[in-house]
């Protein structure tokens, strides 16, 4: 009988059987799988918004100015983008299986010295490294799609993407109840507590998958995502959509509390808040419109949202100050949108080459952050000069900025071609095993 051969993580640490490589017959996709990608998703990506609710607990602990205590949450952003550049590139270099547990691991340690540091400038540190380290579900999102078949790659990334809006909320909320009731360090012991369960899970979860680009260097690796943003219509034009999106959405969000709060509404903190639960509803549609998102042409499912963007910024430029349900109704339909317009255009970006998903969406998550820091900038001076219909002409104008884009390329276009439309108007896909010019947007 022949030996059976082990397999080991960091050289010394067994993986599980049912877990272990085989050439033969690869670990099959599963439903179960891909949840629990998305609920690690939800616990590791809180770790980047837990401080904001503790900002006035932070600085009356460590004796400095709000202004010095509010650097924690740039900060942690800081470092997650970062880590998008440095660290989740690597899943195109190295087995992913040990590079998720070993992000993971490191936000564990460094989430406990969050927890037990006496300094401010120690925690302000370490807030970066925790950033850094906290790029578990963008290592996750392009290994879904690795792993799922191209039938359902929309909905594999659609559960991950829901985990990581999830995340968002229960850090924010979570943690506002525990800084009520007892000392900001509470949250943090939590928190290890709960990295420690998402790194039990992937431990028995995540497949042993090798590598895919044995002859490139980490330097390669990095470069070459220089060339794919540069030299891929596809990624060009997702990122562009992707900027502008994500301008939107932070437009949308950080002028609410300043329309809710103003007259006519005038509404306390408290309602204000509520309206990040209304916006879930939009959220938690993800994973059942990712299955919709599977059966049309990607070019489509990227219209279909941004278009009716481009609607629910029109209803917000007439009547935001005017009536609160307008903006209950945008509230759900922007987060509705979004969701889907987040997952075709990454459904698109990982269809240039599979072998370079891992940079492919680092570059396509760089985008995001671009688009939200010109967004906040934008909408908050535009708000405050020109007031709240300004400020969503400004959406409205960001959204056909977007359609525009799209229009550039129409959806049967070969993978080279910057301009123009080729191969027809067909919507739905068919099933091709042999198609050449994937991808087409």
């Not at 993986?15 to 996709?29: A, M, N």
Request: glycine residues 8%; contains cysteine.
């Amino acid at each position: 009988m022949e030996k059976e051969q082990l397999s080991f993580d960091f050289g010394f640490l067994p993986i599980p059987k049912h877990l272990r490589y085989t050439p033969d017959g690869p670990l099959r996709f599963s439903i179960a799988r891909n949840a629990a990608f998305g609920i690690c998703t939800t616990f590791v990506v809180a770790n980047l918004y837990y401080s904001q609710p503790l900002l006035i607990q932070l600085s009356l602990y460590f004796h400095v100015s709000y202004e010095e205590i509010s650097r924690v949450p740039t900060l942690l952003q800081a470092g997650y983008a970062a880590g998008v550049v440095l660290v989740s590139p690597l899943g195109d270099l190295v087995p992913r299986r040990p590079l998720l547990l070993g992000v993971v691991l490191a936000d564990i340690f460094f989430t406990l010295g969050l927890a037990v540091t006496h300094s401010a400038h120690v925690f302000e540190a370490l807030s970066f490294v925790v950033g850094v380290t906290s790029v578990a579900p963008q290592i996750l999102t392009p290994f879904a799609a690795d792993l799922a078949p191209e039938n359902r790659r929309a909905s594999a990334i659609s559960i991950i993407f829901a985990g990581l809006l999830f995340g968002i909320l229960i850090a924010r909320v979570l943690s506002g109840i525990v800084a009520q009731f007892s000392t900001w360090r509470i949250i943090y012991y939590i928190d290890v507590g709960l990295l420690t369960a998402v790194l039990i899970t992937l431990y028995f979860v995540v497949p042993e998958h090798p590598s895919k680009n044995r002859g490139l260097t980490y330097l390669e690796i990095l470069t070459s995502m220089v060339k794919l943003s540069t030299t891929e219509p596809v990624l060009i034009q997702a990122s562009l959509i992707t900027m502008g999106s994500n301008a939107c959405y932070m437009n949308f969000w950080v002028t609410l509390t300043f329309i809710l709060g103003g007259s006519p509404y005038h509404y306390s903190t408290l309602v204000i808040g509520l309206f990040g639960l209304i916006g879930m509803f939009g959220v938690s549609m993800g994973p059942i419109l990712g299955r919709g998102i599977d059966r049309l042409v990607t070019w489509y499912a990227i219209l279909i949202p941004t278009f009716f963007m481009a609607i629910f910024w029109a209803v917000q430029t007439a009547a935001a100050g005017v009536n609160i349900s307008a903006v209950v109704l945008v509230c759900i339909g922007l987060d509705l949108c979004d969701a889907m317009q987040q997952v075709s255009l990454s459904t698109a970006v990982f269809s240039i080459s599979e072998s370079a998903r891992a940079r492919l969406n680092a570059v396509l998550i760089l985008s995001n952050f671009i688009g939200q820091f010109t967004g906040t900038a934008a909408a908050t001076k535009v708000y405050l000069e020109h007031g709240w219909r300004a400020s969503a002409a400004l959406g409205l104008a960001c959204a056909a900025f977007q359609l525009l884009i799209l229009f550039f390329r129409g959806p049967h276009c070969e993978r080279y071609t910057w301009f123009g439309y080729q191969g027809g108007m067909d919507w739905k896909k068919m099933d091709k095993k042999d198609d050449k010019d994937k991808p087409r947007i």
